[in-house]
């Protein structure tokens, strides 16, 4: 036995329906959904879907509700629901293509990157520390505590009006100057996630753990990491500048999940 179900969601609307089954599968939605959950019959969460994707299933054995929490963007999408017999006709994995390939019938491709942007996960931080007397200027993006969201940071963009070493690093205590963080989905709206933009200075580092450092020209720099750094809630990635009265200008794009 299969159902296919359609749900209308407004922005950020959190639904619950009944249904009596066994197999649940995404089958379409335009934009992307922030968390599925599967309810057995006394309410209790026996099965999550954290930021799905078309054609991601489950199979938890006899449940009662679903309760989808979506996006940033209202849409409609399509469910399949059924018992334990059922299953999608979609294939998942990897697929490698070389030469030329002939097909027909449908084909779905998933954009990773795009779901996540519409999804609320993406984002960019510009903090600019100008020069002060005496001191280092540092800039870079802040985890708050508690938040329980991990940021994932890939790259950054420095620039400096005075030649110097930069030293990047990480600081266990909230920067002084803390600013919202700018969604990568141009709705109007603000990031709903829990990055913040830092900037602060001292003399010398402060509390900065440094994990590496660079040479810095007038020219910004883009800072490529050969494994992206995870930033847990409490916890910040900070670039300062090493040159005491000179000011430091970072960009740092993030995926927050």
Known sequence: ??????????????????????????????????????????GGVISRLPVPAASD????????????TNGATAQTIRMFIGSGDAGSRRVSGTVSVSGTVAVSGNVSVIDGGKARTIAGQTGSVAPVKGAVIGENSRAGIWNPVGSGKSIIVKRAYISSSVSQSIYLGRVSVAPVSLAAANSLLLNGAAFPGAALSAAESSVGFGT????????????????????????MPGYGLMFAANTVNSDISVTIPF???
């Open 1 to 42: 036995m299969m159902e296919i179900r359609s749900l209308a969601l407004a922005i950020n609307e959190v639904r619950e329906f009944a249904c009596s089954a066994e197999y649940f599968e995404v089958r379409d939605m335009p934009f992307g959904l922030v968390l599925i959950e599967i309810l057995d019959r006394s």
């Open 255 to 257: 995926i927050e999940e």
């Open 208 to 231: 900065l753990s440094a994990l590496g450092s660079f040479t810095l020209t007038t020219s910004p720099v883009a800072f490529e990491l050969d494994e992206p750094v995870v930033i």
């Open 57 to 68: 299933f489950v199979k938890p054995g006899k449940f009662e509700t679903v309760r989808v």
